[in-house]
Protein backbone atom coordinates (compact mmCIF):
# COMPACT_ATOMS: atom_id res chain seq x y z
CA UNK A 1 0.00 0.00 0.00
CA UNK A 2 1.58 3.30 -0.65
CA UNK A 3 2.17 5.92 1.77
CA UNK A 4 -0.74 8.24 0.36
CA UNK A 5 -3.15 5.53 0.19
CA UNK A 6 -2.36 4.38 3.78
CA UNK A 7 -2.71 8.05 5.12
CA UNK A 8 -6.35 8.31 3.33
CA UNK A 9 -7.22 5.17 5.54
CA UNK A 10 -6.00 6.36 8.91
CA UNK A 11 -7.68 9.73 8.20
CA UNK A 12 -10.78 7.80 7.34
CA UNK A 13 -10.80 5.71 10.00
CA UNK A 14 -10.61 9.14 12.72
CA UNK A 15 -13.22 10.77 10.58
CA UNK A 16 -15.36 7.50 11.52
CA UNK A 17 -14.14 7.48 15.52
CA UNK A 18 -15.31 11.18 15.60
CA UNK A 19 -19.13 10.41 14.25
CA UNK A 20 -18.91 7.38 16.60
CA UNK A 21 -17.60 9.65 19.37
CA UNK A 22 -20.68 12.62 18.50
CA UNK A 23 -22.93 13.08 21.05
CA UNK A 24 -26.52 11.90 19.84
CA UNK A 25 -28.97 15.18 18.78
CA UNK A 26 -32.14 15.81 18.90
CA UNK A 27 -34.30 18.62 17.87
CA UNK A 28 -37.47 20.73 18.54
CA UNK A 29 -39.79 18.63 16.82
CA UNK A 30 -38.74 15.43 18.13
CA UNK A 31 -39.18 16.97 21.80
CA UNK A 32 -43.01 18.53 20.92
CA UNK A 33 -43.40 14.39 19.98
CA UNK A 34 -41.67 12.96 23.11
CA UNK A 35 -43.30 15.42 25.58
CA UNK A 36 -46.76 14.62 24.18
CA UNK A 37 -45.94 10.80 24.01
CA UNK A 38 -44.72 10.64 27.70
CA UNK A 39 -47.68 12.19 28.78
CA UNK A 40 -50.30 9.48 27.63
CA UNK A 41 -51.10 11.82 24.51
CA UNK A 42 -51.32 9.55 21.61
CA UNK A 43 -53.98 11.22 19.26
CA UNK A 44 -53.63 14.24 17.31
CA UNK A 45 -56.36 15.83 15.83
CA UNK A 46 -54.75 18.57 12.75
CA UNK A 47 -54.91 20.06 9.65
CA UNK A 48 -50.62 20.34 8.13
CA UNK A 49 -49.39 23.10 6.60
CA UNK A 50 -46.07 25.47 7.46
CA UNK A 51 -44.71 25.15 9.94
CA UNK A 52 -45.64 21.82 11.28
CA UNK A 53 -46.20 19.25 8.09
CA UNK A 54 -42.81 17.88 9.07
CA UNK A 55 -43.56 17.60 13.04
CA UNK A 56 -46.99 15.26 11.91
CA UNK A 57 -45.12 13.25 9.68
CA UNK A 58 -42.44 12.57 12.46
CA UNK A 59 -45.32 11.81 15.07
CA UNK A 60 -46.70 9.41 12.71
CA UNK A 61 -43.72 7.90 12.06
CA UNK A 62 -43.41 7.62 16.03
CA UNK A 63 -46.52 6.23 16.39
CA UNK A 64 -49.18 8.72 17.04
CA UNK A 65 -52.19 8.61 15.63
CA UNK A 66 -52.58 11.75 13.38
CA UNK A 67 -56.27 12.62 12.40
CA UNK A 68 -56.30 15.37 9.25
CA UNK A 69 -59.05 17.11 9.06
CA UNK A 70 -60.21 19.81 5.98
CA UNK A 71 -60.86 22.69 8.40
CA UNK A 72 -59.40 23.94 11.25
CA UNK A 73 -62.25 24.04 13.66
CA UNK A 74 -63.45 20.88 12.73
CA UNK A 75 -60.03 19.33 13.84
CA UNK A 76 -60.35 21.38 17.35
CA UNK A 77 -64.10 20.39 17.87
CA UNK A 78 -62.84 17.17 17.65
CA UNK A 79 -59.63 17.10 19.91
CA UNK A 80 -62.20 19.29 22.57
CA UNK A 81 -64.57 16.48 22.95
CA UNK A 82 -61.70 13.74 23.40
CA UNK A 83 -60.89 15.50 26.16
CA UNK A 84 -64.11 15.29 27.22
CA UNK A 85 -64.63 12.02 26.71
CA UNK A 86 -60.97 10.93 28.01
CA UNK A 87 -60.09 13.78 30.90
CA UNK A 88 -56.64 14.10 29.17
CA UNK A 89 -56.02 16.83 26.91
CA UNK A 90 -57.29 16.60 23.16
CA UNK A 91 -54.69 17.95 20.72
CA UNK A 92 -55.62 19.86 18.02
CA UNK A 93 -52.76 21.16 15.76
CA UNK A 94 -52.83 24.16 13.09
CA UNK A 95 -51.07 26.27 11.15
CA UNK A 96 -50.34 30.20 11.59
CA UNK A 97 -52.41 32.84 11.52
CA UNK A 98 -55.90 31.90 9.64
CA UNK A 99 -55.00 28.57 10.65
CA UNK A 100 -54.78 29.51 14.16
CA UNK A 101 -58.14 32.04 14.47
CA UNK A 102 -59.83 28.79 12.54
CA UNK A 103 -58.80 26.75 15.50
CA UNK A 104 -60.05 29.31 18.09
CA UNK A 105 -63.80 29.08 17.85
CA UNK A 106 -63.18 25.45 19.57
CA UNK A 107 -60.87 26.05 21.53
CA UNK A 108 -63.08 29.26 23.05
CA UNK A 109 -66.37 26.69 23.07
CA UNK A 110 -64.14 23.65 24.91
CA UNK A 111 -63.23 26.58 27.60
CA UNK A 112 -66.83 27.49 27.91
CA UNK A 113 -68.01 23.89 27.94
CA UNK A 114 -64.94 23.05 30.71
CA UNK A 115 -63.56 20.52 28.14
CA UNK A 116 -59.85 20.05 28.45
CA UNK A 117 -57.87 20.83 25.09
CA UNK A 118 -54.90 22.32 23.81
CA UNK A 119 -54.51 24.19 20.84
CA UNK A 120 -50.97 23.89 19.51
CA UNK A 121 -50.23 26.77 16.17
CA UNK A 122 -47.05 27.39 14.99
CA UNK A 123 -46.65 30.97 14.29
CA UNK A 124 -44.52 33.44 12.89
CA UNK A 125 -40.97 34.94 14.29
CA UNK A 126 -40.71 36.89 17.52
CA UNK A 127 -38.11 39.52 16.07
CA UNK A 128 -40.43 40.17 12.63
CA UNK A 129 -43.73 40.19 14.22
CA UNK A 130 -42.61 42.18 17.81
CA UNK A 131 -41.24 44.66 15.13
CA UNK A 132 -44.14 44.15 12.49
CA UNK A 133 -42.46 44.20 9.95
CA UNK A 134 -44.66 41.63 7.60
CA UNK A 135 -43.52 38.00 8.45
CA UNK A 136 -45.25 35.40 6.28
CA UNK A 137 -48.99 35.09 8.48
CA UNK A 138 -47.39 37.25 11.27
CA UNK A 139 -49.67 37.91 13.70
CA UNK A 140 -49.52 38.02 17.56
CA UNK A 141 -51.20 34.68 18.13
CA UNK A 142 -50.53 34.81 21.88
CA UNK A 143 -51.94 37.82 22.43
CA UNK A 144 -54.98 36.81 20.81
CA UNK A 145 -55.74 33.84 22.26
CA UNK A 146 -55.63 34.76 25.63
CA UNK A 147 -58.78 36.68 26.21
CA UNK A 148 -60.79 33.08 24.84
CA UNK A 149 -58.88 30.21 26.51
CA UNK A 150 -58.13 29.46 29.95
CA UNK A 151 -54.35 30.11 29.86
CA UNK A 152 -51.79 30.96 27.01
CA UNK A 153 -48.28 30.28 26.60
CA UNK A 154 -45.33 30.72 23.98
CA UNK A 155 -42.24 28.24 23.97
CA UNK A 156 -38.87 30.16 22.42
CA UNK A 157 -36.07 26.90 23.07
CA UNK A 158 -36.03 23.49 22.64
CA UNK A 159 -34.82 22.80 26.09
CA UNK A 160 -38.22 24.18 27.59
CA UNK A 161 -40.94 22.34 25.46
CA UNK A 162 -40.57 19.75 28.52
CA UNK A 163 -42.05 22.15 31.16
CA UNK A 164 -44.21 24.48 27.96
CA UNK A 165 -46.28 21.02 27.17
CA UNK A 166 -46.63 20.02 30.97
CA UNK A 167 -47.75 23.46 31.85
CA UNK A 168 -50.30 23.13 29.24
CA UNK A 169 -51.39 20.00 29.90
CA UNK A 170 -51.92 20.53 33.69
CA UNK A 171 -53.95 23.46 33.37
CA UNK A 172 -55.96 22.29 30.79
CA UNK A 173 -57.25 19.20 33.24
CA UNK A 174 -57.02 21.14 36.83
CA UNK A 175 -59.53 22.60 38.66
CA UNK A 176 -62.14 23.52 35.95
CA UNK A 177 -61.09 22.26 32.57
CA UNK A 178 -60.95 24.05 29.90
CA UNK A 179 -59.04 25.22 26.75
CA UNK A 180 -55.03 26.00 26.61
CA UNK A 181 -53.53 27.62 23.80
CA UNK A 182 -49.83 26.59 22.96
CA UNK A 183 -47.34 28.98 20.78
CA UNK A 184 -44.68 27.55 19.23
CA UNK A 185 -42.87 29.35 16.32
CA UNK A 186 -40.96 28.08 13.24
CA UNK A 187 -37.55 28.47 14.48
CA UNK A 188 -38.43 26.41 17.58
CA UNK A 189 -38.82 23.01 15.72
CA UNK A 190 -35.50 23.39 13.82
CA UNK A 191 -33.66 24.26 17.27
CA UNK A 192 -31.10 20.77 17.82
CA UNK A 193 -29.70 19.85 21.57
CA UNK A 194 -28.03 16.94 23.34
CA UNK A 195 -30.46 14.46 23.23
CA UNK A 196 -29.75 13.09 27.15
CA UNK A 197 -30.00 16.69 27.68
CA UNK A 198 -33.43 16.81 25.94
CA UNK A 199 -34.31 13.65 27.33
CA UNK A 200 -33.84 15.55 30.98
CA UNK A 201 -35.59 18.35 30.14
CA UNK A 202 -39.12 16.38 29.54
CA UNK A 203 -41.53 16.75 32.05
CA UNK A 204 -44.41 14.06 33.47
CA UNK A 205 -47.46 15.61 34.99
CA UNK A 206 -47.76 13.83 38.15
CA UNK A 207 -51.30 13.95 40.15
CA UNK A 208 -52.61 17.22 38.12
CA UNK A 209 -56.10 17.03 39.48
CA UNK A 210 -55.39 15.88 43.00
CA UNK A 211 -58.88 15.07 45.49
CA UNK A 212 -60.37 18.27 46.78
CA UNK A 213 -62.98 17.71 49.55
CA UNK A 214 -65.32 20.11 50.72
CA UNK A 215 -65.49 20.89 54.57
CA UNK A 216 -67.52 18.61 57.11
CA UNK A 217 -69.51 21.96 57.64
CA UNK A 218 -70.32 22.42 54.11
CA UNK A 219 -71.16 18.47 54.28
CA UNK A 220 -73.54 18.79 57.06
CA UNK A 221 -75.37 21.79 55.81
CA UNK A 222 -76.28 20.07 52.37
CA UNK A 223 -77.30 17.01 54.33
CA UNK A 224 -79.79 18.97 56.24
CA UNK A 225 -81.70 19.93 53.77
CA UNK A 226 -81.73 17.28 51.99
CA UNK A 227 -83.03 15.14 54.66
CA UNK A 228 -85.35 18.07 55.64
CA UNK A 229 -86.97 18.17 51.69
CA UNK A 230 -90.46 17.36 50.80
CA UNK A 231 -89.67 17.30 47.38
CA UNK A 232 -85.67 17.01 46.37
CA UNK A 233 -84.52 16.84 43.40
CA UNK A 234 -81.05 16.30 41.59
CA UNK A 235 -79.96 17.68 38.47
CA UNK A 236 -76.82 16.64 36.96
CA UNK A 237 -74.86 18.17 33.91
CA UNK A 238 -72.38 17.27 31.95
CA UNK A 239 -69.27 17.93 34.62
CA UNK A 240 -70.99 14.60 36.16
CA UNK A 241 -70.40 12.68 33.31
CA UNK A 242 -67.19 14.10 32.63
CA UNK A 243 -66.16 13.34 36.56
CA UNK A 244 -66.35 9.52 35.67
CA UNK A 245 -67.41 9.08 39.41
CA UNK A 246 -70.60 6.62 37.81
CA UNK A 247 -70.68 4.17 40.58
CA UNK A 248 -70.93 6.57 43.14
CA UNK A 249 -73.24 8.96 41.11
CA UNK A 250 -75.53 5.87 40.55
CA UNK A 251 -75.21 4.52 44.69
CA UNK A 252 -76.28 8.56 45.32
CA UNK A 253 -79.02 8.22 43.43
CA UNK A 254 -80.48 4.98 44.94
CA UNK A 255 -79.90 4.68 48.33
CA UNK A 256 -81.28 8.46 48.27
CA UNK A 257 -84.48 7.67 46.67
CA UNK A 258 -84.24 11.03 44.74
CA UNK A 259 -86.02 12.05 41.67
CA UNK A 260 -83.57 13.14 39.26
CA UNK A 261 -82.93 15.16 36.05
CA UNK A 262 -79.75 14.81 33.38
CA UNK A 263 -78.96 17.71 31.28
CA UNK A 264 -78.21 16.75 27.84
CA UNK A 265 -74.90 15.70 27.77
CA UNK A 266 -75.28 14.07 31.47
CA UNK A 267 -77.90 12.23 29.60
CA UNK A 268 -76.99 7.94 30.32
CA UNK A 269 -74.78 8.53 33.53
CA UNK A 270 -77.78 6.88 34.79
CA UNK A 271 -80.42 5.06 32.00
CA UNK A 272 -83.20 7.39 31.13
CA UNK A 273 -85.79 4.74 31.63
CA UNK A 274 -84.24 4.26 35.34
CA UNK A 275 -87.50 4.20 37.92
CA UNK A 276 -86.47 7.63 39.30
CA UNK A 277 -85.74 9.46 36.29
CA UNK A 278 -87.70 12.97 36.66
CA UNK A 279 -86.90 13.69 32.42
CA UNK A 280 -90.71 13.12 31.05
CA UNK A 281 -91.89 14.98 33.96
CA UNK A 282 -89.03 17.95 33.63
CA UNK A 283 -91.73 21.05 33.71
CA UNK A 284 -93.13 19.55 37.05
CA UNK A 285 -89.74 19.02 39.16
CA UNK A 286 -88.10 22.13 38.15
CA UNK A 287 -91.56 24.09 39.24
CA UNK A 288 -92.41 22.25 42.72
CA UNK A 289 -89.13 21.16 43.93
CA UNK A 290 -88.14 22.74 46.96
CA UNK A 291 -84.53 21.34 47.73
CA UNK A 292 -82.61 21.34 44.07
CA UNK A 293 -78.87 19.41 44.56
CA UNK A 294 -77.11 20.70 41.52
CA UNK A 295 -74.46 18.09 40.41
CA UNK A 296 -71.85 19.67 37.63
CA UNK A 297 -74.52 21.21 35.99
CA UNK A 298 -74.71 25.42 36.54
CA UNK A 299 -77.78 27.57 36.58
CA UNK A 300 -77.09 29.84 33.26
CA UNK A 301 -79.51 29.79 30.20
CA UNK A 302 -79.83 26.56 29.88
CA UNK A 303 -81.66 26.36 33.26
CA UNK A 304 -83.45 29.23 33.01
CA UNK A 305 -80.48 30.99 35.13
CA UNK A 306 -82.66 29.28 38.48
CA UNK A 307 -85.24 31.73 38.03
CA UNK A 308 -88.35 32.74 36.44
CA UNK A 309 -91.67 30.88 35.57
CA UNK A 310 -89.59 27.86 35.00
CA UNK A 311 -88.56 27.49 38.44
CA UNK A 312 -92.12 28.15 40.38
CA UNK A 313 -93.07 30.50 42.78
CA UNK A 314 -89.97 32.98 43.84
CA UNK A 315 -88.30 31.62 46.63
CA UNK A 316 -89.87 28.38 47.06
CA UNK A 317 -86.65 26.37 46.74
CA UNK A 318 -83.44 26.13 48.39
CA UNK A 319 -80.16 24.87 46.16
CA UNK A 320 -77.03 22.88 46.58
CA UNK A 321 -74.39 23.28 44.38
CA UNK A 322 -71.40 20.72 43.66
CA UNK A 323 -68.74 22.70 41.53
CA UNK A 324 -65.09 22.48 41.74
CA UNK A 325 -65.05 26.49 41.01
CA UNK A 326 -66.09 28.57 44.39
CA UNK A 327 -66.71 31.45 41.82
CA UNK A 328 -69.91 29.90 40.16
CA UNK A 329 -71.63 29.94 43.62
CA UNK A 330 -74.51 32.54 44.36
CA UNK A 331 -73.62 33.48 39.95
CA UNK A 332 -77.61 33.53 39.57
CA UNK A 333 -79.67 32.93 43.03
CA UNK A 334 -78.11 32.27 46.24
CA UNK A 335 -76.94 28.95 46.83
CA UNK A 336 -78.02 27.89 50.23
CA UNK A 337 -75.32 24.69 50.46
CA UNK A 338 -72.14 25.16 48.50
CA UNK A 339 -70.09 22.02 48.19
CA UNK A 340 -66.66 23.15 46.49
CA UNK A 341 -64.48 20.25 45.67
CA UNK A 342 -64.21 17.85 42.53
CA UNK A 343 -67.18 15.88 41.72
CA UNK A 344 -66.08 12.49 42.57
CA UNK A 345 -64.95 13.46 45.72
CA UNK A 346 -68.01 15.18 47.10
CA UNK A 347 -70.30 12.62 45.84
CA UNK A 348 -68.53 10.35 47.90
CA UNK A 349 -68.78 12.05 51.48
CA UNK A 350 -72.32 12.66 50.68
CA UNK A 351 -72.66 9.12 49.78
CA UNK A 352 -71.22 8.04 53.18
CA UNK A 353 -73.87 11.19 54.35
CA UNK A 354 -76.70 9.06 53.15
CA UNK A 355 -75.72 6.10 54.63
CA UNK A 356 -79.09 4.28 55.63
CA UNK A 357 -81.01 6.44 52.82
CA UNK A 358 -83.08 9.14 52.32
CA UNK A 359 -86.62 8.52 52.04
CA UNK A 360 -88.74 11.51 50.08
CA UNK A 361 -92.21 11.55 50.81
CA UNK A 362 -94.12 9.10 48.90
CA UNK A 363 -96.74 11.46 47.58
CA UNK A 364 -93.73 13.44 46.03
CA UNK A 365 -92.50 10.67 44.46
CA UNK A 366 -96.23 9.29 43.39
CA UNK A 367 -96.30 12.64 41.66
CA UNK A 368 -93.62 12.66 39.48
CA UNK A 369 -94.00 8.74 38.03
CA UNK A 370 -97.52 9.93 37.74
CA UNK A 371 -96.63 12.66 35.12
CA UNK A 372 -93.73 10.90 33.89
CA UNK A 373 -96.12 8.29 32.68
CA UNK A 374 -98.83 10.48 31.64
CA UNK A 375 -96.58 11.91 29.19
CA UNK A 376 -94.68 9.20 27.81
CA UNK A 377 -98.44 7.97 27.11
CA UNK A 378 -98.83 10.83 25.26
CA UNK A 379 -95.36 10.85 23.44
CA UNK A 380 -95.92 6.96 22.16
CA UNK A 381 -98.34 7.59 18.99
CA UNK A 382 -96.05 10.54 17.74
CA UNK A 383 -93.14 8.31 17.98
CA UNK A 384 -94.66 5.72 16.06
CA UNK A 385 -95.75 7.77 12.96
CA UNK A 386 -94.95 6.43 9.46
CA UNK A 387 -95.82 9.29 7.75
CA UNK A 388 -93.75 9.96 4.29
CA UNK A 389 -93.16 12.71 4.46
CA UNK A 390 -91.52 12.42 7.84
CA UNK A 391 -92.28 14.55 10.69
CA UNK A 392 -89.18 14.68 13.47
CA UNK A 393 -91.00 12.86 16.10
CA UNK A 394 -91.66 10.26 13.44
CA UNK A 395 -88.14 10.16 12.36
CA UNK A 396 -86.52 10.49 15.82
CA UNK A 397 -88.74 7.54 17.25
CA UNK A 398 -86.74 5.29 14.24
CA UNK A 399 -83.65 6.28 16.17
CA UNK A 400 -84.88 6.04 19.57
CA UNK A 401 -85.32 1.86 18.73
CA UNK A 402 -81.40 1.95 17.11
CA UNK A 403 -80.37 3.33 20.12
CA UNK A 404 -82.37 0.85 22.76
CA UNK A 405 -80.99 -1.73 20.49
CA UNK A 406 -77.43 -0.59 20.52
CA UNK A 407 -77.04 1.36 24.03
CA UNK A 408 -72.90 1.47 23.47
CA UNK A 409 -73.12 3.41 20.80
CA UNK A 410 -72.37 7.02 20.74
CA UNK A 411 -74.63 9.73 19.46
CA UNK A 412 -73.49 13.04 18.25
CA UNK A 413 -76.42 15.67 17.86
CA UNK A 414 -76.93 19.14 16.38
CA UNK A 415 -79.29 21.58 14.84
CA UNK A 416 -82.48 23.69 15.96
CA UNK A 417 -85.28 21.70 15.88
CA UNK A 418 -83.27 18.05 15.22
CA UNK A 419 -81.39 19.01 18.92
CA UNK A 420 -84.27 19.93 20.47
CA UNK A 421 -86.71 17.36 20.28
CA UNK A 422 -83.95 14.28 19.89
CA UNK A 423 -82.90 15.40 23.35
CA UNK A 424 -86.28 14.65 24.49
CA UNK A 425 -86.61 11.57 22.53
CA UNK A 426 -83.90 9.28 22.18
CA UNK A 427 -83.19 7.61 25.85
CA UNK A 428 -79.38 7.17 26.45
CA UNK A 429 -78.27 4.12 28.41
CA UNK A 430 -74.54 4.61 29.25
CA UNK A 431 -72.66 7.70 30.37
CA UNK A 432 -70.71 9.91 27.98
CA UNK A 433 -72.38 8.37 24.96
CA UNK A 434 -74.19 11.76 23.75
CA UNK A 435 -72.22 14.63 22.35
CA UNK A 436 -73.89 17.44 21.52
CA UNK A 437 -73.60 21.06 21.26
CA UNK A 438 -73.00 21.91 24.95
CA UNK A 439 -73.23 25.74 27.09
CA UNK A 440 -72.86 27.67 23.53
CA UNK A 441 -75.47 25.68 21.69
CA UNK A 442 -73.22 26.25 18.64
CA UNK A 443 -73.30 24.62 15.30
CA UNK A 444 -70.73 23.00 13.47
CA UNK A 445 -69.67 20.74 15.85
CA UNK A 446 -71.01 17.00 14.24
CA UNK A 447 -68.70 16.18 12.13
CA UNK A 448 -65.37 16.54 14.42
CA UNK A 449 -67.18 15.61 17.24
CA UNK A 450 -68.63 12.34 15.34
CA UNK A 451 -64.76 11.76 14.48
CA UNK A 452 -63.20 12.18 17.51
CA UNK A 453 -65.92 9.70 18.77
CA UNK A 454 -65.38 7.07 16.14
CA UNK A 455 -61.53 7.61 17.17
CA UNK A 456 -61.44 7.73 20.96
CA UNK A 457 -63.62 4.75 21.72
CA UNK A 458 -63.74 2.70 18.61
CA UNK A 459 -67.89 2.02 18.66
CA UNK A 460 -69.96 2.76 15.71
CA UNK A 461 -71.11 6.72 15.85
CA UNK A 462 -74.68 8.10 14.96
CA UNK A 463 -74.32 11.35 14.07
CA UNK A 464 -78.11 13.26 13.90
CA UNK A 465 -77.49 16.40 12.15
CA UNK A 466 -80.20 19.20 11.19
CA UNK A 467 -79.52 20.07 7.47
CA UNK A 468 -78.44 23.62 8.09
CA UNK A 469 -75.84 22.50 11.07
CA UNK A 470 -74.50 19.61 8.74
CA UNK A 471 -73.37 22.64 6.54
CA UNK A 472 -70.68 23.83 8.89
CA UNK A 473 -68.41 20.92 9.03
CA UNK A 474 -69.73 18.34 6.19
CA UNK A 475 -66.85 18.36 3.65
CA UNK A 476 -65.18 16.62 6.78
CA UNK A 477 -67.52 13.53 5.28
CA UNK A 478 -64.09 12.71 3.46
CA UNK A 479 -62.27 12.50 6.47
CA UNK A 480 -64.69 9.73 7.40
CA UNK A 481 -64.62 7.91 4.24
CA UNK A 482 -60.33 8.43 4.08
CA UNK A 483 -60.09 6.90 8.13
CA UNK A 484 -62.84 4.32 7.38
CA UNK A 485 -64.59 4.91 10.20
CA UNK A 486 -67.88 3.63 11.59
CA UNK A 487 -69.89 6.49 11.63
CA UNK A 488 -73.71 6.95 10.12
CA UNK A 489 -74.66 10.37 9.45
CA UNK A 490 -78.57 11.07 9.38
CA UNK A 491 -79.16 14.61 8.32
CA UNK A 492 -82.97 15.61 8.68
CA UNK A 493 -83.47 17.28 5.65
CA UNK A 494 -86.26 19.69 5.40
CA UNK A 495 -84.80 22.20 2.86
CA UNK A 496 -84.07 25.08 4.99
CA UNK A 497 -82.96 26.47 8.11
CA UNK A 498 -86.05 25.91 10.85
CA UNK A 499 -88.10 25.05 8.06
CA UNK A 500 -88.11 24.95 4.11
CA UNK A 501 -90.80 26.95 3.41
CA UNK A 502 -89.88 30.51 4.10
CA UNK A 503 -90.07 32.60 0.81
CA UNK A 504 -88.46 35.98 -0.69
CA UNK A 505 -91.14 38.75 0.63
CA UNK A 506 -90.50 40.90 -2.79
CA UNK A 507 -91.01 38.26 -5.03
CA UNK A 508 -87.80 38.70 -6.52
CA UNK A 509 -85.22 35.83 -8.01
CA UNK A 510 -83.33 35.30 -5.10
CA UNK A 511 -84.31 32.65 -2.79
CA UNK A 512 -85.09 33.54 1.44
CA UNK A 513 -82.06 33.40 3.74
CA UNK A 514 -83.36 30.76 5.25
CA UNK A 515 -83.86 28.04 2.75
CA UNK A 516 -81.59 25.62 0.87
CA UNK A 517 -81.79 23.78 -2.55
CA UNK A 518 -84.95 21.92 -2.16
CA UNK A 519 -84.84 17.63 -2.69
CA UNK A 520 -81.34 18.38 -2.11
CA UNK A 521 -79.22 14.81 -2.32
CA UNK A 522 -76.10 14.48 0.90
CA UNK A 523 -76.12 11.02 0.19
CA UNK A 524 -74.75 11.56 -3.06
CA UNK A 525 -71.77 13.39 -1.40
CA UNK A 526 -70.87 10.51 0.86
CA UNK A 527 -70.76 8.54 -2.43
CA UNK A 528 -68.55 10.87 -3.70
CA UNK A 529 -65.82 9.44 -1.68
CA UNK A 530 -66.40 5.75 -1.72
CA UNK A 531 -69.19 5.74 1.33
CA UNK A 532 -72.16 4.57 1.47
CA UNK A 533 -75.20 6.94 0.63
CA UNK A 534 -78.95 6.16 1.33
CA UNK A 535 -82.04 7.95 0.68
CA UNK A 536 -84.58 7.24 2.79
CA UNK A 537 -88.41 8.72 3.13
CA UNK A 538 -90.28 7.44 6.16
CA UNK A 539 -89.32 6.06 9.04
CA UNK A 540 -89.41 2.41 8.79
CA UNK A 541 -86.62 2.96 5.94
CA UNK A 542 -85.12 5.12 8.31
CA UNK A 543 -84.87 2.66 11.17
CA UNK A 544 -84.06 -0.28 8.12
CA UNK A 545 -81.04 2.03 6.93
CA UNK A 546 -79.45 2.99 10.02
CA UNK A 547 -79.51 -0.12 11.49
CA UNK A 548 -77.92 -1.61 8.92
CA UNK A 549 -75.17 0.78 8.93
CA UNK A 550 -74.39 0.56 12.63
CA UNK A 551 -73.74 -3.21 12.41
CA UNK A 552 -71.63 -2.99 9.00
CA UNK A 553 -69.68 -0.33 10.46
CA UNK A 554 -69.22 1.64 6.86
CA UNK A 555 -69.23 5.31 6.76
CA UNK A 556 -72.60 5.95 5.63
CA UNK A 557 -74.51 8.99 5.14
CA UNK A 558 -78.38 9.08 4.90
CA UNK A 559 -80.45 11.52 3.41
CA UNK A 560 -83.55 11.49 5.72
CA UNK A 561 -86.53 13.85 3.84
CA UNK A 562 -88.04 15.15 6.24
CA UNK A 563 -91.45 17.62 6.08
CA UNK A 564 -90.34 21.13 4.64
CA UNK A 565 -93.35 22.41 6.95
CA UNK A 566 -91.98 20.71 9.91
CA UNK A 567 -90.33 22.20 12.52
CA UNK A 568 -90.50 25.65 14.62
CA UNK A 569 -88.95 29.04 14.42
CA UNK A 570 -85.28 28.50 16.39
CA UNK A 571 -86.75 25.48 17.86
CA UNK A 572 -87.29 25.22 21.93
CA UNK A 573 -85.51 29.02 22.13
CA UNK A 574 -87.68 31.08 20.00
CA UNK A 575 -87.71 33.47 23.17
CA UNK A 576 -84.09 34.25 22.62
CA UNK A 577 -84.86 35.06 18.72
CA UNK A 578 -86.47 38.70 18.72
CA UNK A 579 -88.30 39.79 15.90
CA UNK A 580 -90.03 43.18 14.99
CA UNK A 581 -92.67 44.36 16.56
CA UNK A 582 -92.83 47.29 13.72
CA UNK A 583 -92.85 44.96 10.72
CA UNK A 584 -93.97 41.22 10.45
CA UNK A 585 -92.34 39.07 8.21
CA UNK A 586 -94.53 36.13 6.60
CA UNK A 587 -93.53 32.72 7.65
Not at 90 to 108: Q, R
Not at 328 to 342: C, F, K, Q, R, T
Not at 405 to 420: H, I, M, Q, S, Y
Not at 495 to 523: A, E, K
Request: with cysteine; net charge neutral.
Amino acid sequence: MSTAAATITKNQATEASVVEDAPALTDGFQLVIDALKLNDINNLYVVPGIPISDLLRMAQAEGMRVVSFRHEQNAGNAAAIAGFMTKKPGVCMTVSAPGFLNGLTALANATTNCFPMILISGSSEREIVDLQQGDYEEMDQLAIAKPLCKAAFRILHAQDIGIGVARAIRAAVSGRPGGVYLDLPAKLFSQVMDAAEGAKSLVKVVDPTPAQYPSAEAVNRALDLLKGAKRPLVIFGKGAAYAQADETIRSFVEKSGIPFLQMSMAKGLLPDTHPQSAGAARSLVLQEADVVMLVGARLNWLLSHGKGKTWGKPGSKKFIQVDIEPREMDSNVEIHAPLVGDIASVMEVMLKGIDGGLTPPTDWMATVAAKREQNVAKMAPKLMSNASPMNFHGALGALRRVIKERPDALLVNEGANTLDLARGIIDMYQPRKRLDVGTWGVMGVGMGYAVAAAVESGKPVLAVEGDSAFGFSGMEVETICRYNLPVCIVIFNNNGIYRGTDVNPTGGNDPSPMVFVPGSRYDKMMEAFGGVGVHVTNPDELYRAVSEAMDSGRPTLINAVIDPAAGTESGNIGSLNPTSSVRKMPS
